[in-house]
């Protein structure tokens, strides 16, 4: 796996009474040493005995000298002909296998065939926990529980091999890769559905499972392997674009339609994808055509649009299909409505405000605001005028704007006031002298 990597998994044991026994006593009492011992834990005083003192175990941490004394230990209640002894051996296995864990797993492919139904249960909940953290000590265990006939040991080994998906991808990837091998469908479905989470770490090899899975004789394969495309098609487009050209012609309805979702996550000026649109547009089933003409909108521009609606109809049966196809071969600045049409003209010029304001002044409607009726502005104060009123009134208004630009009266000079003649002319000055 080329090298060691930081155990991010952390593993827990339960909450109990033995959590409780002082430290130096765990490993006496866990050996048998000391019978029983007696504790207080909440609010209760009760008495605990081996049992306890080996689950107890998980409380010694450290290197050196503690960890062997409890690996120890360990070792010898995974030997014991006591049940119950074998039991908590178990339950305590994959947190002191953190410190040491030599011989342990060893121990646990050999009790997951004990004779005791729970001891077998507890070695397949500690395969579980230990998958996730310890890929390599339990693999081959881990192999041969994926295939188990035992449907409980089976599910316990499947969850362990979810677990590891996370911690080590790459291991969870080999796993999968001796799944898809098997014969029997129902190892290759599981194994399917574990490829959207290996999508994010598992690079190129999840890539490579994903390819082979759509090429899976399993109806049920291939639409879990084509659930990923989609979230493919957002990281990978190259990829999820090899992968939905294959799944888009795939005899199961279900594994093409994943792979037109994976076509919509696609860059719309992405042109495979419009060469993939284009073809499922003439696809035999109806939901492929359906979903690929529906797309055709966001791929083209009107007139290439338009272009393409017009070969599609050719072969196109549907009704409902057909009617669609036709709407997008529709010019709409040409043969649309007048609301279509308008959209596609150019706006008119603005009315310079002093044109309006005149034009208005003699009862001329500018534009498309509509004025205020006569009638009504004269019914503002309950007074009915007649139309000779109205425009008698109009020409006051007229005559008034007209005085305040050309005032009737103008200044008076000085000769004026005192009676002087303004008249004066050159001849009547020649005959006084």
């Known amino acids: 796996m080329g090298g060691r990597k930081k155990i991010n998994h952390v593993i827990e044991t339960e909450s109990g009474p033995w959590m409780a026994i002082p430290k130096d006593e765990i490993v006496p009492l866990a050996r048998g040493e000391i019978e029983k011992i007696n504790v207080s834990w909440k609010g209760k005083n009760l008495q605990l005995g081996q049992v306890d003192g080996i689950i107890a175990l998980t409380r010694i941490k450290g290197k050196g000298k503690n960890a062997s004394s409890a690996h120890s230990t360990l070792l010898l209640s995974l030997e014991s002909e006591i049940p119950e002894v074998r039991e908590a051996a178990l339950k305590a296995l994959p947190e002191v296998a953190t410190q040491k864990s030599d011989e342990l797993f060893d121990w646990l492919s050999v009790l997951l065939d004990d004779e005791n139904v729970k001891v077998r249960q507890a070695a397949s909940k500690c395969l579980s926990l230990s998958a996730p953290v310890f890929p390599s000590g339990v693999h081959v265990i881990l192999q041969n529980e994926l295939r188990s006939y035992n449907k409980q040991r089976m599910d316990a080994a499947w969850k362990g091999l979810n677990s590891l998906c996370e911690t080590w991808p790459e291991v969870a990837c080999d796993h999968l890769d001796s799944l898809f091998l098997e014969p029997k469908p129902i190892y290759r479905r599981k194994a399917a559905n574990l490829l959207r989470k290996l999508l994010a770490k598992g690079g190129s090899v999840t890539w490579d499972l994903i390819s082979w899975a ?171 005028i007649s139309e000779t009123e109205r425009l008698k009134n109009e020409k006051e208004k007229l005559q008034k704007t007209a005085q305040k630009s050309n005032p009737m009266y103008r200044s008076v000079s000085q000769d004026e006031i005192m009676g002087y003649e303004e008249d004066f002319f050159e001849d009547d000055y020649n005959d006084e002298f």
Request: aromatic share 2%; glycine share 4%; net charge negative.
């Open 214 to 384: 759509l090429d899976d004789e399993d109806v049920e394969v291939r639409r879990s392997a084509a659930k990923t495309l989609p979230s493919l098609a957002r990281n990978e487009s190259r990829l999820a674009t090899i992968f939905a050209e294959r799944a888009i012609i795939d005899s199961d309805n279900k594994v093409r339609l994943s792979a037109i979702k994976a076509i919509q996550a696609l860059d719309k000026d992405h042109g495979r994808a419009r060469e993939l649109v284009l073809k499922g547009a003439s696809s035999g089933d109806i939901n492929i055509r359906r979903a690929c003409i529906d797309m055709l909108p966001r791929l083209y521009s009107e007139e290439v649009l338009r272009g393409v609606a017009i070969d599609l109809l050719k072969n196109e049966k549907d009704e409902n299909l057909r009617n669609e196809l036709k709407e997008m071969t529709i010019d709409e600045s040409l043969e649309g409505s007048e609301s279509q049409k308008n959209k596609f003209l150019a706006p008119a010029p603005t009315v310079p405000k002093l044109d309006r304001e005149v034009a208005e002044a003699h009862g001329i409607q500018v534009g498309l605001e509509q004025l205020p009726q006569i009638d009504n502005l004269s019914r503002q104060k309950n007074k009915i």
